[in-house]
C-alpha cells in the first residue's frame, strides 16, 4: 500500500519568558531582549502535527483526522492552551521555552500517540513569521 503523510494543525496560546537562570541578567537581556521580559509575553501558537503510514483498506485513511485531533488535544493543547510554560506545563519542566525546545517536548508526548501511524514531522509557528520544524532526530 502507497504510504500518504497526512497533517493535522492545532493552535494554542501560551505565555513565557525565554530566560537561562545560570546566566546574570544582563547576559540574559543581551541574549533574549524583548524575551526576556520577567512579567511575560504571550504568543498565538499553531502546531501542525504530521503522521505517515499505509493507507488502512477497510477506511482509506491513514488515521482518522478526528482522532489525531483527539490525541494532540489531550497530549498537548489541554496542557499548554492559557499556560505559561516555564512555570506549569509538565513536559517542559526544567528547560527554557523556546521553540526550539517546546516543539520537541511536544514530540516527546506524540510520538508514543499515533500507533500505527509514525510522527514524522512537527511544524510549531510562534508568530507568523516565525517557525520551528522537528522529524524526531
Ligand atoms: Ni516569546
Partial sequence: ????????????????RVHNPELSDEENERLFGKCNNPNWHGHNYMLDVSVTGQIDDRTGYVMDLAALKRVVQEAVIDKVDHRNFNLEVDFMRGVIPTA???????????????????LVRLVLW??????????GR
Fill in 1 to 16: 500500500m502507497p504510504e500518504v503523510t497526512v497533517t493535522r494543525r492545532m493552535h494554542f496560546n501560551a505565555a513565557h
Fill in 100 to 118: 526550539e525546545n517546546i516543539v520537541v517536548g511536544c514530540w516527546r508526548v506524540l510520538a508514543p500517540r499515533v500507533a500505527p501511524a509514525r
Fill in 126 to 135: 510562534e508568530t507568523p513569521n516565525n517557525y520551528v520544524e522537528y522529524e
